[in-house]
Structures are given as C-alpha cells and as structure tokens.
C-alpha cells in the first residue's frame, strides 16, 4: 500500500465513528469538517514528501507557528483554499479543494440533496482563484459516503453517478486559458471510515467503473504541475523536483 493510503486510512480513523444520519446538525457538520481537515492534512504532507516543501497545512511548528490552510487573494476576493502550494515567485502554483457529502438526507433517505450546492462551492472557488492565478493547477476531491454508490430508485440514478454526470463539464482545463471555472482533474471518492476502518475508493470524474490509487491522483496534479511550470519545475519518479536539481 502506497504511503499516501497508509496515513489516510489512519487519519480517518483518527476522526472516530460517523454519528448516525438521524444525528444533529451540529454534530454532522463537526464530523464533516473532521474528515476534511484529516484529508487535507495527509494530503500536504504526502505533496511535501514530494518535494513541494511549505505546502499547507502543516502541523504548528514545522513551517510556522500554526501551520494553518492558506488565505488565497482571488479575482472577486480572498478564499480559504484546504491545501495549498505557493512560492513567493509564482504565487499559487497547486491547490486542492476538499468537499464532502456524508449524511442521507431524512426526507429522501438518499444522499442528492447538497450535491448541486456543493458542486457551487467548488466552481466559485476555482473561478476565484484561476481569476487570480490562470496557471494555478487546481485539482478537486469530492467525498461521498460509500451508500451513494447504491442510492439509486426506479426514478433516479445513485448520487454517485449523478455526481459524474454533473461534474464532469468541469474537469479537465488543460490549458491556462481556458475556462476558470473548470479544475485541471476532479475525483470522486467513495468513503467507508470508522474508528475501525478505513476505505477509499477514488474515481476520475467521468469514470465511474475504474478505481484509482490516490497515489495516482497525486501523481497525475504533479505531473500537471510539472507541465505549467516547465522552465522551473520537472515530474520525476514521483517527486516534483527543481529543473537542475
């Protein structure tokens, strides 16, 4: 198993046991946003591991006194983005935004019903930050809980392929000048955590039937990265590495 998956199947047990769907709203919001600052945390440090040294967040003292996610200056204001790689030089040269869908709704008892707000946080924040930074590569991890694979009724697809449905218009910008609010990749993850367990099941948006390993997912934004940033910046083995270096 890839390191990536190791500290992520440990950190999502770390959060504890999802409360029940019947659970109160501040109690779910609480959990929700534990999964994403554990996701976000593994995922600044596998990119330091890699070379991206100062990506956020971190813990406090290893870059700064907090080490907190970063505060982004955007093209129509300043948005907290969940993990961030910049250098003083370039600006913004790699985000990641986090979002999740853990909960069935009560009414429905399915998992739709916040997946188009969503889905406009994610394109508000990319507009806002390929406004600001056009060559900024921007990938895009939308959790959802594993039951959103086997939602589906008579009438309507599961949530899981309605995501990719809905999403996939939205991925795949290779090009600084093309459309802000597109990520350079977005993925789909389905999630099965406790304090027990722990798996991930990450998908290209647009392919619902091929699982990747989230190393894979990492090493396709750095790839990206590499490709942005061609006279600083190689992909090499896995690692972002300085063109001389």
């Known amino acids: 198993m890839a390191r990536i998956d190791d500290l992520l199947e440990a950190a999502l047990r770390s959060v504890g046991d999802k409360p029940s769907d019947s659970a109160s709203a501040p109690v779910k919001k609480s959990y929700s946003e534990r999964v994403s600052a554990a996701v976000a945390g593994v995922a600044a440090q596998e990119l330091r591991e890699r ?3 100062g990506a956020r967040p971190a813990p406090p003292g290893e870059l700064d006194t907090s080490g907190a996610e ?5 093209g129509i204001g300043a948005k907290k983005v969940d993990v961030t790689w910049a250098t003083e030089e370039a600006g913004l040269l790699l985000g990641i935004s986090i979002k999740t869908i853990n909960f069935r709704d009560k009414r429905t008892g399915n998992f739709q019903k916040n997946l188009t707000n969503r889905r406009g946080d994610m ?5 806002t930050l390929h406004r600001r930074f056009p060559y900024a590569v921007l990938g895009g991890l939308f959790f959802l809980d594993k039951g959103a694979a086997h939602d589906e009724t008579k009438r309507r697809r599961s949530t899981f392929l309605n995501a990719h ?12 000048g093309g459309r802000d609010e597109q990520y350079e990749r977005l993925y789909l993850v389905l999630l099965d955590a406790s304090s027990s367990h722990a798996q991930l099941d990450a998908y290209a948006v647009g392919d619902a ?5 989230l190393a894979s997912v990492i090493d396709e934004l750095l790839s990206v990265t590499a490709l942005r940033n061609p006279d600083f910046y190689e992909y090499r ?5 300085s063109v001389g270096g």
């Open 165 to 176: 449905a809905r999403f996939h218009l939205f991925s795949g910008r290779e090009d600084p």
């Open 70 to 74: 970063r505060r982004m200056a955007g």
């Open 209 to 213: 039937k091929s699982p990747i390993p």
């Open 51 to 53: 070379g991206l040294k």
């Open 123 to 127: 394109l508000f924040e990319a507009v």
């Open 237 to 241: 083995e896995g690692n972002l590495v």
